[in-house]
């Protein structure tokens, strides 16, 4: 199984970006997806989970409102899409399945992908 993120980059504060995650051999109709990130310097913070099956979201106090996350099925992808970005979400972003949304719970999924950059100059 591999997840391989997409879409990350330099933006101005904000700016938008819309971050890809797509898998093979791994369904995103069975696992709830989500993205967490890490910024230089400080620890890992989750930031967003869907379950593809229902739609249901659930995200971080500090981008509810700026960030959406989305499945699309057909083409077994998830997106995050990034609006008002802010220098404080420079980071890099990584995809990992299942997502169980509580404290950590990257530690607890099976796939993680290897992260995509994103950079917010202010």
């Known amino acids: 199984v591999q997840l391989v993120e997409s879409g990350g980059g330099l933006v101005q504060a904000g700016g938008s970006l819309r971050l890809s995650c797509t898998a093979s051999?791994?369904?995103?109709?069975?696992?709830?997806t989500g993205w967490f990130r890490q910024a230089p310097g400080k620890e890992r913070e989750g930031v967003a989970c869907?379950?593809?099956?229902?739609?249901?979201?659930n995200y971080t106090d500090s981008v509810k409102g700026r960030f959406t996350m989305s499945s699309d099925t057909a083409k077994n992808t998830v997106h995050l899409q990034m609006n008002s970005l802010k220098p404080e979400d420079t980071a890099v972003y990584y995809c990992?399945?299942?997502?169980?949304?509580?404290?950590?719970?990257?530690?607890?999924?099976?796939?993680w992908g290897k992260g995509t950059q994103v950079t917010v100059s202010s």
């Open positions: 990992a399945a299942p997502c169980y949304w509580t404290t950590n719970w990257w530690l607890w999924s099976d796939y």
């Open positions: 051999e791994l369904s995103f109709d069975d696992e709830a």
């Open positions: 869907i379950r593809s099956s229902d739609g249901s979201t």
